[in-house]
């Protein structure tokens, strides 16, 4: 299987080499010279670069252009501070950081540094094309799960990990957050949004004792063993880690779980509907039988992933909507956001993930 390579920089996120190179050499001595520097693909939120030196190959991150309206979701501090702690609880799947700069003269924006972990990325687009097979698929599924009961095993007491959040309320509070950035980007009325911001708050459950999330946790964000894709070598994209019920986590990656039975939207932006995939409800009843926590009400937490990756769909499609970026995939997203919205509202109608 061939590793994760990035592509031609796209039009519009180029970065100041000569400032970069600079800053590099003064902040990092023995960094090297910068020879090729290219993006990895997506990009919906923070943008991933590569850049090669002769002596090894760093990943460097950064908002996106025009994000600085929502810089709540682009903390580059917090992200490098994250796998910081993690590294230094010996968390084995993230890559070794290596520096973070807050001066924004460089790049006109925050950023940080970190190794390259080689190896293979799963995206929607490219991965049906690889004929892997159903067997591997199925064992690969199962292990993101075992990954994400891994991550939940941490002893945030004992890391210090604890405090990158308040665990407290942290339900309640993620859902009236989610709900105000929705507000604070609607640009048209979509009912389903209003319907499931009510019922999300009246249906708030009792809260589970509390543990490390990643709160993006994908196939996409994963990066897999060439030689053995089920063996994940690194998590990748930790800017929404933070402390809290861990079904909220399950939840969210549920609601990135598309099957073969749905509809296209869904479809395109995951590869959980390829064939040998667990479905929804086998990845909950894994995760309740590796992690021994109760998933009862695990459509609560699924209902709450769609409702909130709609609203990270419509503040995408608001910076478009305002002109602070002319990147033309986000033109639609409106329609994505009606179309999660109104598979959530059948979630809760149904009782069902």
Known sequence: ?????????????????????????????????????AQFPGGYSNLTY?????????????????????????????????????????????PEPVIFCEDETVMNCPFYVMERVPGVILRAQTAPKLGISPETMRRLSESL???????????????????????EGYIRRQVEGWHKRYLAAQTDDVPAMT??????????????????????????NVVLNPDDLPDI?????????????????????????????????????????????LTRREVADRYAERSGRDVSNIVYYYVFGLFKNSVVIQQIY?????????????????????????????AVDKGTI
């Open 50 to 94: 590569l850049l090669k030196t002769p002596a090894k190959e760093y990943v460097l991150r950064r908002p996106p252009f025009g994000a600085k309206d929502i810089k709540g979701g682009h903390d580059m501090d917090r992200e490098f501070r994250v796998l910081s702690m993690l590294k230094a609880a010996g968390y084995r799947t993230i």
């Open 195 to 220: 319907e499931l911001a009510r019922w999300l708050t009246d249906a708030l459950p009792a809260e589970n004792a509390p543990t490390l999330l990643h709160n993006d946790f994908k196939y996409d």
């Open 1 to 37: 299987m061939t590793p994760d390579r990035p592509t031609t920089i796209r039009p519009g996120e180029e970065l100041d080499l000569t400032a970069l190179q600079a800053y590099l050499n003064d902040a990092f001595p023995g960094f090297g010279e910068i020879t090729d520097i």
């Open 233 to 277: 070598r690194a998590v990748l994209d930790w800017e929404m880690c933070t402390v809290g019920d861990p079904l909220m986590d399950l939840g969210t990656s549920l609601s990135y779980w598309a099957e073969s039975t749905d509809d296209l939207f869904r479809k395109s932006f995951n590869l959980t509907h390829l064939p040998g995939n």
């Open 318 to 346: 608001t910076r478009y909507k305002k002109g602070l970026t002319n990147d033309e995939r986000f033109a639609g997203l409106l329609w994505g956001v009606q179309a999660l919205s109104g598979v959530a509202v059948q």
């Open 145 to 167: 799960v075992d990954t994400l009961v891994e991550l939940h095993a941490l002893d945030i007491q004992q890391t210090g990990l604890v405090h990158l959040g308040k665990p």
